[in-house]
């Protein structure tokens, strides 16, 4: 199979509700386009959703680290490239290139997603999803980032508490994974945002949140620039991991 | 000019996270596309934002009311039209129909727009609007809703409070007019919306937030499925109104 058809390239603009007081996408927005180009390619080639949920199986995402030099502004045009870089027996690996309207490479991502079995939410066997065919798309794209990290938090107070609400929710009932994103960056006060850009953000996705649960955050200052963040749901169980790691702009 | 050049016909697709609990398209996300499509209309033919920019101009989104038979579910394709109905001296109303897959119409909008100056603020003459090229786009395709009405709220306790934070926040430094959209509808316990499906939602933007403001959501039950909102920030100006009327499924 030749390399093109390996690699899915969608294009975007930053739509003027999308984007933050400095006129820049917002983090939650990139994520929804990352994971939307996800189901894109994965649909293109047989092994989306829609076709996995046919025989009972879903994918679930587990892992999502963005790292990026800058940010598309308003009005711009981008395009995201997408590709699967791994699959294990559990898991496999997708990474994405953030390509800005001139072609340059302005960012990676790379994701980590497990099959599902809809029946018994028990993992399922990558490797012969298909008789094996996902791994015909396996591809040796650079993606220049680190792997997502191990994040550990050790704050005991939360710095914020919210209570799911009706817009937190997706159609599986659960907290939609981009609203997380949207929370743990409303954590930081809009001047950081001034001075800063975020250079890299990290999500590790554990449990599932719903409707009602109050979501506490817990926050660590883990060096300068770098914040570790955990989600609590009722003050216990932990639904995901953040990191934030900001850069002078 | 003909009709066709007059109407803007915009292709979208529901999006997984775009889509409530039910499965269906949220309010907030269609109110995105309806003010995209506005843009988009516009700069189309020449009085769009960034036109206005240039000349110390832009418009201001005043009113806007949806009314829907249905909402699009997830995946599904759907087409918003948008056309200007009339232009007044310091006031446009902009209409849009959505329509499904099959070509029926689902759902109509209303808004009012006015322009004001970036430097005074203060509204501008739209008749004088390069020499009134805009009325040549007034177009009388129906619209069968009623207008924006008055929204007149009596409740002295706020329902919720919440501080806006860099989430909510625009380009403009203001609150963004999605976010308020999502915030009212996070008043209603999730409940409703599993019985009940929003008939008609309206909107009367009246001055703008700021980050930290305190904004204060006062909601009087008007009427079975019908409840009237009104924002006020730190407890006193008034920043939006909102109708919401429920329907059966």
Redesign the interface.
């Known amino acids: 199979m030749n390399r093109e058809n390996k690699i899915g390239s969608y294009h975007f603009v930053a739509?003027?509700?999308?984007?933050?007081?400095?006129?820049e996408l917002?983090m939650?927005v990139l994520g929804?386009h990352l994971?939307?180009c996800a189901?894109f390619h994965a649909t293109e080639r047989g092994f989306g959703?829609?076709t996995l949920n046919e025989e009972n199986y879903t994918w679930v995402l587990s892992r999502l680290a963005i790292e990026l030099d800058e940010m598309p502004c308003?009005?711009e045009d981008f395009s995201i490239q997408t590709w699967v870089e791994n699959v294990y027996r559990l898991f496999t690996d997708r990474n994405f290139a953030i390509v800005d309207k001139e072609g340059r490479k302005i960012g990676y991502a790379r994701s980590v997603w497990a099959m599902i079995s809809l029946n018994t939410r028990k993992p399922a066997d990558l490797l012969t999803l298909h008789e094996g065919s996902i791994m015909d798309y396996v591809c040796d794209e650079p993606c220049p980032i680190e792997k997502p990290s191990r994040i550990k938090v050790a704050a005991k107070e939360p710095q914020a508490v919210l209570t799911a609400?009706?817009?937190d929710?997706?159609?599986?009932?659960h907290v939609?994974?981009?609203r997380y994103i949207?929370h743990i960056?409303?954590l930081?006060?809009?001047e950081l945002?001034r001075e800063k850009r975020i250079r890299r953000f990290e999500m590790a996705y554990v449990a599932e949140g719903y409707?009602?649960d109050k979501l506490s955050f817990f926050c660590d200052e883990a060096s300068e620039d770098e914040y570790h963040i955990e989600v609590r749901k009722n003050g216990e169980e932990v639904l995901c991991r953040s990191k934030v790691i900001f850069a002078d702009k």
Do not use: C, M, R, W
């Open positions: 739509e003027p509700f999308h984007v933050d007081f400095n006129g917002t939650g929804n994971l939307n189901g959703i829609a308003q009005y609400k009706y817009s929710i997706d159609i599986n009932g939609n994974s981009i949207e960056l409303d930081f006060p809009i945002y409707y009602g």
